[in-house]
């Protein structure tokens, strides 16, 4: 079943194709990795050419079999050209292979750009702004910039466990997350959308289901997100079922794990739940986050992520019940 559930969670989305990039580091990526294919596929098309004209024009003569051609032994010009030309592609790709590189990485960064930290963890993105205040999981929430305003996103990418790869291919290159090492790289999207992307890097059993996917918002709608992230339901839901719920999530394990801020819930091994239901799927990806799939994956989460590192809460039914529909509560 989770595989459909994992289709069905990106089924709204368009394919990721480094060639269709919406963001200046992806667009400058393609453009190079364009020009790099047009110049290897006419150096396929002149030397395979060649090498069939040679074939089909110099084979033996029919009925003079065993003849020997005549020899020819060297040829400085020949060699000259077959060494320059080479030489002359190798360093044009080269240098506009330094100029892309160049271009990325020193990028400055202007002042009012969004800064956010990722942390790679077996398997999942935690994701904080650390100016905004603001924590999640594996949606990365960021502006459009436009010609007039510009408002890219810097991310500090670090890992908590092994290492990881932060790709998002319409956006930008891939980046690992390397323990005890910090890296950075930026993205910059000009359309408004959900770009999805994964881990790239093997990290372990589920590195295939850790997934990412970045909203792309108008700045109106990317601080409208800040605003109601950084809001805190402290008091307990009015709904009975609801509020028993919150009494077993903050009197179990669930706690030591998870954070829901304004709670005595501060746990840090898992993902922040304080708006759990504005993501749109749970577990990095792996299904659309609804009451369903919610309770599955409380009562059991390695049915939906085999080897996931949350263990099987073991609770009633009855608990399980009032558990969810206090999550489902976490807006
Ligand atoms: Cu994380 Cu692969």
Redesign the pocket.
């Given at each position: 079943m989770s595989m459909d559930a994992t289709m069905a969670a990106q089924a709204a989305d368009t394919i990721s194709s480094i060639f269709a990039p919406v963001s200046t580091p992806a667009a400058k990526e393609a453009d190079l990795a364009r020009m790099v294919l047009w110049l290897s596929a006419v150096v396929f098309v002149v030397v395979g050419g060649l090498i069939a004209y040679s074939v089909v024009r110099y084979r033996a003569p029919a009925g003079e079999p065993g003849s020997e051609p005549p020899q020819v032994y060297g040829s400085a010009q020949v060699e000259a050209a077959w060494t320059a030309v080479p030489l002359i592609i190798i360093v044009v790709l080269m240098l506009a292979t330094g100029r892309v590189i160049h271009e990325v990485q020193a990028a400055p960064q202007p002042p009012d750009a969004v800064e956010v930290t990722v942390v790679?963890?077996?398997?999942w993105w935690e994701i904080r702004y650390p100016k905004l205040g603001v924590i999640t999981a594996n949606e990365l929430h960021v502006p459009v910039s436009d010609s007039l305003s510009r408002r890219p996103t810097f991310l500090t990418l670090e890992s908590a466990d092994?290492?990881?790869?932060f790709w998002v291919p319409r956006l930008a290159g891939k980046t690992d997350?390397i323990p005890n090492r910090t890296n950075h790289m930026w993205v910059e999207p000009h359309e408004p959308g959900t770009y999805l992307g994964?881990?790239?890097?093997?990290?372990?059993t589920?590195?295939?289901l850790?997934l990412l996917r970045v909203v792309a918002e108008t700045p109106e709608q990317f601080s409208r997100w800040v605003e109601q992230q950084r809001q805190t339901a402290a008091a307990a839901p009015a709904d009975p079922i609801a509020a028993a719920g919150r009494r077993v999530f903050l009197g179990t394990v669930c706690s030591s794990c998870h954070t829901v801020a304004g709670t005595v819930a501060k746990g840090r091994v898992g993902p922040d739940l304080t708006h759990l239901m504005s993501r749109a799927t749970i577990g990095a990806g792996v299904a659309p986050n609804i009451r369903e799939h919610l309770r599955d994956w409380v009562r059991n989460p390695d049915n939906l992520k085999r080897g996931v590192l949350m263990p099987a809460m073991q609770i009633d039914d009855k608990y399980l019940d009032q558990l969810v529909e206090y999550l489902l509560t976490l807006r």
């Open positions: 790679g963890r077996q398997w092994v290492a990881h790869s997350l994964a881990c790239a890097e093997y990290c372990g589920q590195h295939t850790m």
